[in-house]
């Protein structure tokens, strides 16, 4: 008797996902049906899923390619820009120049990290992880650019890491819990 749900259309999945709750004969027959004959519970579809997933599909390991895939857009975009000798940056011309696509390249490519961790990560956390872009940007623009960063700037990127590991300490414990 699946189809007791009063939601719009009964093949809503909404309705699907509580129709075991709404047929207790069903939710008790797929909890004895899940048993080995040892009478072990065998292992749910998440579970063996989970066990089987690469480590590199590690929702923080994900958050941390995102960010530092941004950070290094940010600085591909703009040896890309600085190389283009003519006078207004958004001409034809940066459409062939490779350090901007190396840059839209690591947008894409951070873009498909982010979506990825935000499937296991909670958005508070991961965004205040990613707070680490002005780290990175920052420490990135000194290498590689040459760029000076002021002293007050660098109290700045300090206060920033202060932060994030603040963030990132309760998000470690809640980890360890799970």
């Not at 958050?63 to 941004?70: A, D, P, Q, W």
């Amino acid at each position: 008797m699946k189809g007791n749900c009063n939601f719009p259309k009964p093949s809503h999945p909404f309705c699907k996902r509580i129709s075991g709750f709404l047929n207790p004969e069903s939710a008790m027959s797929k909890a004895t049906s899940k048993t080995k004959s040892d009478n072990v519970p065998a292992e749910s579809e998440d579970e063996a899923r989970r066990k089987r997933k690469s480590p590199f599909l590690h929702p923080y390991l994900q958050l941390f390619i995102s960010i530092i895939l941004t950070a290094a857009s940010q600085i591909f975009l703009k040896i890309g820009v600085d190389a283009q000798l003519v006078s207004p940056w958004y001409t034809i011309s940066n459409f062939f120049a490779y350090w901007i696509w190396l840059g839209i390249l690591a947008v894409i490519g951070s873009l498909f990290s982010w979506l990825y961790a935000l499937k296991s990560v909670p958005l508070i956390i991961a965004f205040n992880l990613a707070a680490t872009n002005h780290i990175m940007v920052a420490v990135g623009s000194r290498l590689f650019l040459g760029e000076a960063i002021s002293s007050r700037r660098w109290i700045g990127v300090f206060l920033v890491a202060v932060g994030v590991f603040f963030i990132a300490r309760p998000a470690a414990r809640a980890e360890e819990k799970l």
